[in-house]
Nanobody, 124 residues
Framework: QVQLVESGGGLVQAGGSLRLSCAVS????????MGWFRQAPGKEREFVAG????????YYADSVKGRFTISRDNAKNTVALQMNSLKPEDTAVYYC?????????????????WGQGTQVTVSS
């Protein structure tokens, strides 16, 4: 079984930065893709960013390109999301997720493991 635990959420003013971290335990996850999704109240869970097992391939939603950066450290079993130039529309619960296979997918149903989520609130 895989456990994912997020940290780093909070309240920040528009234009500010936050760094989310996700600690993975329970299995060796270096062979699987990792990602971040978010869900705002009343909205569907949406893809934010994904990273391949090697860390060389990174994918971003258009809404966060140029502002967010995903990274992973397989030796430490962690994945991070650096979020800069935050906007009020970035407010959501952010979820760390993992797949058993190496390919990044943008649909939530294609991911196998999920963290409990961390709240990010951006004030205007």
């Amino acid at each position: 079984q895989v456990q994912l635990v997020e940290s780093g959420g909070g309240l920040v003013q528009a234009g500010g930065s936050l760094r989310l971290s996700c600690a993975v335990s329970g299995r060796t996850f270096s062979s699987g893709a990792m990602g971040w999704f978010r869900q705002a109240p009343g909205k569907e869970r949406e893809f934010v960013a994904g990273i391949s097992w090697s860390g060389r391939m990174k994918y971003y939603a258009d809404s966060v390109k140029g502002r967010f950066t995903i990274s992973r450290d397989n030796a430490k079993n962690t994945v991070a999301l650096q979020m800069n130039s935050l906007k009020p529309e970035d407010t959501a619960v952010y979820y760390c997720t993992a797949r058993a296979t190496m390919v990044v997918r943008t649909t939530a149903d294609d991911w196998d493991y999920w963290g409990q989520g961390t709240q990010v609130t951006v004030s205007s």
